[in-house]
C-alpha cells in the first residue's frame, strides 16, 4: 500500500514514515502544498495522511482542491486544530477521518487501516497514475483533472495499462485482450490505437507516460 504525508514538520515526518514503513506501507512524505500536488500528478496513493498547517497554505484549501477535481482516495487529517468545529470542517470538505495531535502511532494505523478497508470496494473501480483517473464503473476518463473522450476500444487498451502499471507488456499479450479476432494482432491496428491514446494523453511536461519496447510491446511508466 502505497501511502503520502503530507507534514512540514520534518522530524514528524520521518517519524511518520518509519512507523508505517514498518508496517508494510511505501511512504513519500512531502512539506507544502506544492510538493503534495507534484506528488499527486507523479502518480497514485492508496491513503493520504494530511497536515492542516503548511508553509505555503492551508491543508483544507488543498483538500477542497482535490475533491473538486475528482480525487477521492481515503484523506486522514493530522492536525493540532483539535475543536469539535475544526473536525466537523475538515469532514464536511471531504477528509474521510480526523485526528487530532498529540497522538499515537497505534491508532493512526488503526484508522489507516480502517480507511483502506471502507474504500477497498470503490478502489477495484477506479484506477488512478499520474494524473489519469479511469471510471470502470461509469466508463469515463480523466487527464489532470479534465474529461477525455475515449472510444470503447481506446478506454479497454488504457485499462489494460492501468491494470498494469510498470509492466511491459508484449504486443500480442494486449491485441488478445482488445480484439477477439487473432487476424488484427498481425496488423498495425495496435500502433494506431496506440498513437491515439497517446495524443489525447499528452503531457507538457515532456516525461511520456508509455514507452515502446521494440521488439516486445509497451509500457506505462
Known amino acids: 500500500m502505497k501511502a503520502l504525508i503530507v507534514e512540514d514538520q520534518q522530524r514528524l515526518g520521518r517519524f511518520l514514515q518509519q512507523g508505517m514503513t514498518e508496517h508494510a506501507y511505501t511512504v513519500s ?13 507523479e502518480t497514485s496513493y492508496d491513503v493520504i495522511v ?3 498547517g503548511l508553509p505555503d497554505g492551508d491543508g483544507l484549501d488543498l483538500l477542497r482542491e482535490w475533491r473538486r477535481s475528482g480525487f477521492n482516495e481515503p484523506v ?13 470542517k475538515g469532514l464536511d470538505i471531504g477528509a ?16 489507516v487501516r480502517s480507511l483502506l478497508r471502507r474504500h477497498s470496494t470503490a478502489k477495484d473501480t477506479l484506477l488512478e497514475h499520474r494524473g489519469i483517473r479511469l471510471d470502470l464503473l461509469g466508463h469515463t476518463a480523466q487527464f489532470n483533472g479534465k474529461p ?6 481506446e478506454f479497454a487498451l488504457l485499462e489494460i495499462f492501468m491494470q498494469n502499471v510498470g509492466r ?5 499479450h494486449i491485441s488478445e485482450k482488445i480484439w477477439e479476432s487473432h487476424y488484427d494482432i ?6 494506431v490505437y496506440m498513437s491515439r491514446l497517446r495524443a489525447k494523453l499528452d503531457t ?11 521488439g516486445v510491446g509497451y509500457q506505462l511508466l
Do not use: H, M
Open 50 to 52: 494530511l497536515d492542516l
Open 96 to 111: 474521510d477521518d480526523y485526528l487530532p495531535k498529540p497522538f499515537s502511532l497505534e491508532e493512526l494505523l488503526a484508522r
Open 76 to 88: 486522514l487529517i493530522l492536525s493540532a486544530r483539535d475543536t469539535v468545529q475544526d473536525r466537523i
Open 168 to 172: 511491459i507488456l508484449p504486443r500480442s
Open 29 to 41: 512524505v512531502v512539506g507544502s502544498c506544492r510538493e503534495a500536488r507534484a506528488a499527486l500528478c
Open 186 to 191: 498481425d496488423t498495425n491496428l495496435l500502433d
Open 148 to 153: 477525455v473522450d475515449l472510444t470503447s476500444r
Open 204 to 214: 507538457s511536461s515532456g516525461q511520456p507516460l508509455f514507452k515502446t519496447v521494440r
